[in-house]
């Protein structure tokens, strides 16, 4: 772990990863296993958020009990796979405003395509956590907090399932203000862009367009 990359080493998430790594799961089975990944990942990425008191009334006594401070959170998919990821979290904090970026990746430059952007208002007042389950070459990644930067987001996290080294320091350069949570630190990108040894593409085997 790093002040840039945490990876969520809990057995939990771990031991679900795995079973999602096999090429042998379903695509139902992959989409509850991402759904509950996503979870656990909620945890770590929202472990700082900040607290203040209100007064509450227990069976027996009043007393100043901690909630969560500020504004809503705001929840920003990358289109498509990051809806995986989003309907997880969005179980864990149902209050949480939500948002999509539509990129798709080029599959000869690799470079994002954006179709769609919808991001909910007053985002600089709002912790931003930004949802794909890969950060591969990252360049989706970076075209999209490019633009909820310039919606007005400052306080961005980003959460992803599998980086690899090269989308992680492509993010680091880009936006090394943005801090990264993931299950798993793979090995390498391979000559088309997929990381490795990876799972596939996540939103082909999460709808079952593979």
Known sequence: MTEHLTIVDHPLVQHKLSLMRDKGCSTSGFRQLLREISLLLAYEVTRSLPLTTREIETPLMRMDAPVIDGKKLALISILRAGNGLLDGILELIPSARVGF????????????????????DALDERLTIVVDPMLATGNSSV????????????????????????????????????????????????????IVPGLGDAGDRMFGTK
Do not use: Q
């Open 101 to 120: 970026v539509g990129l798709y990746r080029d599959e000869v430059t690799l470079e994002p395509v954006e179709y769609y952007f919808k991001v909910p």
């Open 143 to 194: 075209a999209a907090i490019d633009k909820i930067k310039a919606a007005g987001a400052t306080n961005i996290r980003f959460l992803c399932l599998l980086a690899s080294p090269e989308g992680v320091e492509r993010m680091r350069a880009a936006h090394p203000d943005v801090p990264i949570v993931t299950a798993s630190l793979d090995d390498h990108l391979n000559d088309k862009g997929y």
